[in-house]
């Protein structure tokens, strides 16, 4: 029988496992090889898709933080009873440097979930060290700390390696970005984006391209992958006539284009904010794909990200995507799938494969991530006017001015009217001049004078003449639908 932990023996099994976690945050920062990255992996893959889908809807991105603190907890307490079994060791042995072995312990398992043997031993030699000299501390029959003492040293330390973690990628999110390769042209479409947007007066609406760290971020995982240009390479898998891959080189080395497109993500809310528009700098990928000569029996394709994403849809719709490795004149920065990404006009944001590396031709449909999670989000998006707070505006005479953006895919937008009365009357707003680009936003706007308090209902119709659903439904599984309404003035 082994008896109970001593509180001795707890502290400093759970000082070693925080050390060990510690020493390798330090020596890979918030990386794919932080020995909490492929916990949090697995972690991520193994939540049932009603808990993910609870989470987007009503944790939003905090749900990233439940996940990091479930794999910190696994690998701390994982470490720490490595690190007890070496104490009990080097007691039976009567000799506390047996603990050592704890170290050992660590590195093979930290080579497991990283592969990385010299970057191992950040999380090896702590953990060995504290082991050890615990081991000594509590041989020599120290009085035990109080229970307090335990508790607050546990916590403190948890927290310290938490808000390290936190801290890192927060900082990991912003870096310096280089010019992406043969991206000039990107330029002369920022300026067109700008000289076509409405001229705000007042309002602090953001433009008609958002800012590279404006931008909305969703991803699966908290570590996101890292791949340099030179590793990066796609390779066209499954049914097809030539199984071929493409480099980085060769990928730049293709005719570019600037496109603006706007990515709206099928999980947000009606009225949310994760709808942006970039200039993208790329190539299309029809070339690629005929060359890899698709035979599959379903028509479809499925795209593999390096984080271990997936999304399946037909190759007919992929034809018509952009391999994109410029964002706003900027190489892809990590969080947008460095170093190329797919865009796929007129889908949902989902489609939008980041760290693209695989394209597999299929013979029978397979679902991918999100729809293995019970979403629908492989089609074509649905139309919304937003209209958030920021374009929600008094003016110095009194008037209210109300400005938003609209978004149909593909479609365009042609129209979109304002209520002022709960929806009894409508009257179309001003709309910024189109952008010659197939899947791209516009901006609208509209002034009136209140009276009091409005009920102000919004809504769009796309280029086909289509008027926005007016139901209003959530966004699982196929993306929130309805006329966003407001109580304004
Ligand atoms: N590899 C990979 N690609 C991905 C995702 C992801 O988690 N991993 N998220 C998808 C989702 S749901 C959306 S809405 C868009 C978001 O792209 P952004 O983070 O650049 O805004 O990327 C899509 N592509
Ligand atoms: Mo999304």
Known sequence: ??????????????????????????????????????????????????????????????????????????????????????????????????????????????????????????????????????????????????????????????????????????????????????????????????????????????????????FYNVDIAEFDPEVTADEWSLTFTGNVGDERTLTYDELVDQPVENRLVTLRCVGEDLNGKKLDTAVWTGTPLRPFLDAADPQGECDCAMLHGEDGYSVQFPVDVLASGFLAWGMNGKELPTGHGHPVRVLIPGHWGETNVKWLTEIELLNTEEDGYWEQRGWEGTGEVKTVAKLWDDGITELDDGRIELAGHAYAGTRGISRVEVSTDGGSSWTDADLSKPLPDEDVWRQWRYTFDPDGSHDVVVRATDGDGTLQIEEETDSNPDGAAGWVERTVG
Do not use: C
Not at 43 to 70: K, R, S
Not at 186 to 205: F, G, K, M, W, Y
């Open 1 to 214: 029988m082994i008896d109970a932990p001593s509180k001795r023996e707890t502290l400093v099994a759970a000082l070693s496992a925080v050390a060990a976690v510690a020493g390798s945050y330090v020596a890979t920062g918030w990386s794919p090889s932080f020995v909490v990255a492929p916990v949090d992996q697995t972690i991520v893959n193994l939540t049932p898709g009603a808990i993910v889908t609870f989470m987007i809807e009503n944790v939003g991105e905090a749900g990233h933080y439940v996940h990091i603190a479930m794999a910190l907890g696994t690998v701390v307490a994982v470490f720490g009873l490595v690190s007890f079994a070496g104490l009990r060791l080097g007691r039976r042995l009567d000799q506390p440097l047996a603990g050592a072995v704890s170290g050992g312990v660590v590195w093979l398992l930290a080579v497991g979930l990283v592969g990385q043997p010299v970057s191992a031993l950040a999380a090896a030699v702590p953990m060995a060290v504290f082991t050890v000299v615990g081991g000594f501390q509590t041989d020599a029959g120290t009085v035990d700390p109080g229970r307090r003492q335990t508790l607050g040293t546990l916590a403190a330390a948890v927290g310290f390696v938490g808000g390290a973690a936190i801290a890192g990628r927060l900082l990991h999110r912003t870096g310096p970005l280089d010019s992406a390769p043969n991206a000039e042209g990107a330029a002369a479409r920022l300026n067109e984006a700008d000289a076509n947007e409405l001229q705000l007066a007042s309002t602090a609406l953001p433009g008609l391209v958002s800012e590279i760290g404006e």
